[in-house]
């Protein structure tokens, strides 16, 4: 089962292979720049069966660039968009695809921001029924009678 921590870790370390410094979002003022935020939320949560879910979950990407210009801002977002909209982003064992993502400005900061949906096993407890402790075996023939030769 994925959770929102597998998804903001998985992000996180893409961002940190490409050169980006990850910064936890309690962290208000007194980073070093450039730097990015990543925030995961729930979006919606759908039944398919009784077995299986759809999940979709939001991903916030902010970034904070060194030298605050909108030319830095607009490369940023070309990378951003090469990173995850055009390759799936691994999360634990599986595979997820981006199919949006939407751009912000923020003063001088990016905002990214895209949806991850997938399907997964549901939370259901699964009935447990006792082991069986003894075997009992009782053996039946039936009789039909006989058949006999009458030539």
Known sequence: MITLQDIQAAVGSVLQQNGYSVIAAEVQEGFERPAC???????????????????TNSVEITYHPAIETKEELIETAGKLKRLFLYTPLQVQDRFLSVNEITFDADKSTLIAYFELEYLQETEAAEETLPKMENLQERVATQSYGTSSNTD
């Not at 979006?43 to 999940?55: C, H, K, M, Y």
């Open 37 to 55: 935020f990543v925030e995961v939320l729930p979006v919606s949560v759908t039944l398919e069966n009784q077995f299986t879910e759809i999940v």
